[in-house]
């Protein structure tokens, strides 16, 4: 299984600690630094993930228990209404983000903040975050927002203005328990509801109207 870069500052401690504590304390202080480790590592583990649909299809950004869907107002993301639907990280998801569209990076934007509970209703507007912004083919708008959590330290966003990107690469990682938003235009159907668990690069979350009036059609 792929491993986030990111991982290796905080393991490599308590590799050299499981190393140091087996030879000063005794092996079973050096196992348990060394399973501490291991945990650390799983948290950035990054897993194959691909998703089978067409390409109309807007994909979960995040691992997670989706905890809202909502319809809102959003100028970071742009003019007009969106849906938001809230993923829920906890410290034992993936944290790990891929993107859900192909298309044009038009804003990647850090915002600092504070660092309340992801599960908060506030936390999306109080917390440090980064909002990355793909236009489609189509001009339609998506969001994607990072957003810290109680254990979070950082959000690492990997993408920039400009950047052509494709429905499933890599966006970026937050570190330690999170939350990330989706944000669609409102005319989009949005598939997955409060209490789903999505994962991401796999887990469709919505479609434009288009594409959802064609598959009634075809029904």
């Not at 959590?149 to 330690?176: D, E, N, P, T």
Request: aromatic residues 8%; proline residues 5%; charged residues 20%.
């Amino acid at each position: 299984m792929r491993i986030a870069k990111e991982a290796w500052p905080f393991v490599l401690p308590f590799a050299v600690a499981a190393v140091v504590l087996a030879f000063a304390a005794g092996l079973g202080w050096g196992l348990s630094a060394a399973l501490l480790g291991l945990g650390v590592l799983l948290f950035f583990r990054d897993p194959p993930r691909s998703f089978d649909g067409g390409p109309d299809w807007v994909i979960a950004p995040a691992d997670g228990l989706v905890t809202s869907v909502e319809t809102v107002e959003d100028a970071a993301v742009g003019e007009g209404r969106f849906h938001r639907v809230v993923t829920f990280l906890s410290a034992f998801d993936v944290h790990v983000q891929r993107t859900p569209v192909d298309g044009e990076v038009v804003a990647s934007s850090f915002a600092a903040g504070r660092k309340v509970a992801a599960f908060r209703a506030d936390a999306g507007e109080v917390n440090e975050c980064h909002t990355t912004v793909i236009r489609r083919a189509s001009g339609d708008l998506v969001g994607i927002r990072q957003i810290v959590g109680l254990m979070a330290r950082r959000v690492v966003c990997y993408l920039h203005s400009g950047q052509r990107v494709v429905r499933g690469q890599h966006l970026g990682i937050i570190k330690f328990g999170s939350r990330v938003d989706l944000l669609v235009p409102e005319s989009y159907e949005v598939v997955v509801k409060r209490g789903d668990r999505v994962q991401n690069g796999a887990t469709p979350m919505a479609r434009p109207p288009a594409a959802a009036a064609a598959a009634a059609g075809g029904r």
